[in-house]
């Protein structure tokens, strides 16, 4: 095969105008731009007139709404991106909505950005500790934010070893000052204190429950 004759001029999808409206295709859109630099007012419109019975034969299923040819001249004209001198029979030009010319646009999370191994919740945590009145309860309560940081340290990055004035330094830093921990403090005593809380009530419950089937299991036997 001779190389030399192919047309190496080869348009690809990427390359072509991005489709305004899919479901009508490409020629569609093509005629509509076409349509535009029609110069005179009558030949406009009759084009127009055109392209719009085109569009109804590619739509079919538009044909059951009661206002088919009023959404075909809005596609029409939002074809046209609105620039087009062309009347639709109903006599009403559409114009753009501002959701068409200026897409809602949606913000990137970026809270905790600079923290992000302690977790999303921790900023929320600080954040209800900071509002609390001054006293034993916020002191004991900022205490298990520093230890809950400490823990998700630890499970972020279990080869690092994380000392508690790492910990106190980015819980004031993140509370911006607000927030501090003496550091005569073990964060480590404080998650071991509240794993044997958990520890104990769980037990205690367990004793209760035991207790009050045996109780039921005897008063069952008296009948």
């Not at 490409?26 to 085109?54: M, P, S, T």
């Not at 004209?77 to 029979?89: H, K």
């Not at 005593?189 to 205690?204: D, E, F, I, P, Y």
Request: proline share 3%; net charge positive; charged share 35%.
């Amino acid at each position: 095969m001779d190389t030399n004759n192919i047309d190496n001029n080869i348009e690809y999808t990427s390359q072509k105008e991005p489709l305004i409206i899919a479901e009508y295709g490409r020629n569609i859109q093509k005629l509509v731009q076409h349509c535009k630099g029609i110069e005179d007012k009558e030949e406009r419109q009759r084009f127009a007139d055109a392209i719009i019975k085109l569009m109804s034969l590619i739509v079919p299923q538009q044909h059951t709404k009661s206002d088919y040819q009023d959404k075909l001249w809005k596609h029409f004209f939002r074809l046209a991106e609105y620039e087009i001198d062309v009347m639709p029979p109903s006599g009403e030009i559409p114009v753009a909505t501002k959701v068409l010319i200026e897409p809602k646009k949606v913000d990137y999370p970026t809270r905790n950005r600079t923290h992000r191994h302690y977790g999303i919740q921790i900023k929320d945590l600080i954040k209800k500790a900071i509002e609390m009145e001054e006293g034993e309860k916020k002191t004991e309560f900022t205490k298990i934010i520093g230890s809950f940081m400490k823990m998700a340290y630890k499970n972020w990055n279990k080869e690092h070893y994380v000392s508690d004035e790492i910990i106190m330094e980015d819980l004031e830093a993140i509370s911006e000052g607000k927030l501090k921990i003496a550091s005569d403090v073990s964060l480590d005593g404080l998650m071991a204190n509240v794993k044997q809380r958990r520890h104990t009530g769980k037990s205690n419950n367990y004793k209760k429950k035991s207790k009050s089937k045996h109780k039921k299991k005897k008063n069952f036997r008296r009948y």
